[in-house]
T-cell receptor
Framework: GNSVTQMEGPVTLSEEAFLTINCTYT??????LFWYVQYPGEGLQLLLK?????DKGSNKGFEATYRKETTSFHLEKGSVQVSDSAVYFC?????????????FGSGTRLQVQP | EPEVTQTPSHQVTQMGQEVILRCVPI?????FYWYRQILGQKVEFLVS????????KSEIFDDQFSVERPDGSNFTLKIRSTKLEDSAMYFC????????????FGDGTRLSIL
């Protein structure tokens, strides 16, 4: 079955540091890949997506590249801010196989200190 | 920007009672979903709904659960006889009919079973 593996958290960084959150996946088809963010007390917000190999999703300074050869979709940001503190979820769907349900990773908590 | 809205934000129910969680998906979306997140754990898929019927469901979605679209705007999740382990945050999501389009989530309903 499909699965998503994320690096364990929490990740604690100082403001303006470089962020990488690793995400790898297994899927039977050619999945679409997503990063969602959950701020404290809120729901899940789509951060970025990529739907085919070598696509780069980007939003709010965050980027992730769909790497089919390494089955990865690592999230990066060049300079984090305190306001980026949240839980980040990597997810996939596999619509080509008729499976639209999202499979989520376990989430990575990011804490950015001033 | 259109949003998915969920009510109530917090529901407290006695074990064994029935509970109905309500969602208003984005108006032009055709696919609807329920997910749950037990405290501190990953987000898990429950069920998806399209064209007035269930299109996918997980092993969590057993006979105590049901979904309904009673009118043109609401989408509900009913838990018939709640158990302590049903305590979780329940998220509704919707997406349009394109396979690669992301799901948009509501802010969730926190369900507490006593």
């Amino acid at each position: 079955g499909n699965s998503v593996t994320q690096m364990e958290g929490p990740v604690t960084l100082s403001e303006e540091a470089f962020l990488t959150i690793n995400c790898t996946y297994t899927a039977t088809g050619y999945p679409s890949l997503f990063w969602y963010v959950q701020y404290p007390g809120e729901g899940l917000q789509l951060l970025l997506k990529a739907t085919k190999a070598d696509d780069k999703g980007s939003n709010k300074g965050f980027e992730a590249t769909y790497r089919k050869e390494t089955t990865s979709f690592h999230l990066e940001k060049g300079s984090v801010q305190v306001s980026d503190s949240a839980v980040y979820f990597c997810a996939l769907s596999d619509p080509d196989t008729g499976r639209r349900a999202l499979t989520f990773g376990s989430g990575t908590r990011l804490q950015v200190q001033p | 920007e259109p949003e998915v809205t969920q009510t109530p934000s917090h529901q407290v129910t006695q074990m064994g009672q029935e509970v109905i969680l309500r969602c208003v998906p984005i108006s032009n979306h055709l696919y609807f979903y329920w997910y749950r997140q037990i405290l501190g754990q990953k987000v898990e898929f429950l069920v998806s709904f399209y064209n007035n019927e269930i299109s996918e469901k997980s092993e969590i979605f057993d006979d105590q659960f049901s979904v309904e679209r009673p009118d043109g705007s609401n989408f509900t999740l009913k838990i018939r006889s709640t158990k302590l382990e049903d305590s979780a945050m329940y998220f509704c999501a919707s997406s349009d009919d394109s396979g690669n389009q992301p799901q948009h989530f509501g802010d969730g309903t926190r369900l507490s079973i006593l």
